[in-house]
């Protein structure tokens, strides 16, 4: 079974940093792209980078420039380094297996999530 625990958010100013991390369990993390997700009060979730199980990255026009998606398989952990963070990034972050044929999440269930919270 699946287990995918987020951490890493928090509170920052307009133009701070956080870097986030997902730790996976119950699967062979390594066979999977991974994709970091966010949702915003009253909007859907929506992807915000992919890595390929290569390390090669993806990023959604709003985290180009901004954000870095990393992963250590030996650590069964993918990371978001986000940078030059704006008031719109306020969301709450997620983690989930990303599958490129079907462009979407591979796994139903989803972890807590961690906020992140940017204002003034």
């Known amino acids: 079974q699946v287990q995918l625990v987020e951490s890493g958010g928090g509170s920052v100013q307009p133009g701070g940093s956080l870097r986030l991390s997902c730790a996976a369990s119950?699967?062979?993390?390594?066979?999977?792209?991974m994709g970091w997700y966010r949702q915003a009060p009253g909007k859907q979730r929506e992807l915000v980078a992919t890595i390929t199980t290569r390390g090669s990255p993806t990023y959604a026009h709003s985290a180009k420039g901004r954000f870095t998606i990393s992963r250590d398989n030996a650590k069964n952990t993918v990371y978001l380094q986000m940078n030059s963070l704006k008031l719109e990034d306020t969301a709450v972050y997620y983690c989930n297996a990303f599958d490129y044929l079907l462009g979407r999440p591979v796994f139903g269930s989803w972890g807590q999530g961690t906020q992140v919270t940017v204002s003034s």
């Open positions: 119950g699967i062979i993390f390594s066979n999977y792209g």
